[in-house]
């Protein structure tokens, strides 16, 4: 299985709700990640888990905090998001974190973010 | 021809032509180097990667230059299909710690049959 998924596909909320992003992997993989990407841009990381810790937050605002329950999923928790977070947000996942090990990474299809 | 839009080089190729996607990548300290390819709606899939001790690496269809005096990576396509029609990223490792990579601006490539 060489797959990343994430879920939802889409997703629509309002400025006060709450939500969860989830991604899934079963290649083994020991590193995950979070990126954002609005249209026409590259993607930019947000967080990346290394061995189910955090070791990497590009000072991404509070509002999104990053969970890896396990080595297989990652979730992204959102809470009062404002508009302009209206994004692709992406997942990713690869074998490791440097040290000579395939860096590689596998992306996910992406959740539609819409923050009205 | 190759155009830059406001926000995304455009290069328009016909079906059967060699294609060229450049990138000029920032850090010299990078070690590592990869294209992505991103259709419509899904997320990045990788194409090639090519480490900093080697300059040239061959895939199915697809050829990748490093040129490290210049800081310059090139991915060329042969024989451009329709479905190679997507916007193509590089991305490099610049992080010795960590695999995090930093993707260039993308060049969408649009492939008229």
């Known amino acids: 299985d060489t797959e990343v998924t994430q879920t939802p596909k889409h997703l629509v909320m309002g400025m006060t709700n709450k939500k969860s992003l989830k991604c899934e992997q079963h290649?083994?993989?020991?590193?995950m990640y979070w990126y954002k990407q609005k249209a026409k841009k590259p993607p930019e990381l947000m967080f990346v888990?290394?061995?189910?810790?955090?070791?990497i937050n590009e000072s991404v605002p509070s509002r999104f905090s990053p969970e890896c329950p396990n080595s297989s999923l990652l979730n992204l928790h959102l809470h009062a998001l404002q508009p302009e977070d209206s994004a692709l947000y992406l997942c990713?996942?690869?074998?490791?974190?440097?040290?000579?090990?395939?860096?590689?990474?596998?992306f996910g299809p992406g959740t539609r973010l819409t923050v009205l | 021809g190759e155009s830059v839009g406001l926000h995304l080089p455009t290069l328009s190729v016909q079906e059967g032509d060699n294609s060229i996607i450049n990138c000029a990548y920032s850090?010299?300290?990078?070690?590592?180097f990869i294209w992505y390819k991103q259709e419509s709606g899904k997320g990045p899939q990788f194409i090639i990667d090519?480490?900093?001790?080697?300059d040239k690496r061959q895939g199915q269809r697809v050829t990748v230059l490093l040129n490290k005096t210049v800081k310059h990576l090139s991915l060329q396509i042969a024989a451009t299909q329709p479905g190679d029609s997507a916007v193509y990223f590089c991305?490099?490792?610049?992080?010795?710690?960590?695999?995090?990579?930093?993707f260039g601006k993308g060049t969408m490539l649009l492939v008229s049959p």
């Open positions: 290649m083994g993989h020991r590193a």
């Open positions: 090519i480490r900093s001790n080697m």
């Open positions: 991305a490099e490792k610049t992080n010795s710690g960590y695999s995090t990579l930093t």
């Open positions: 850090n010299s300290a990078s070690d590592y």
């Open positions: 990713a996942s690869s074998q490791g974190s440097g040290g000579g090990v395939r860096v590689e990474q596998f």
């Open positions: 888990y290394s061995y189910e810790k955090l070791s």
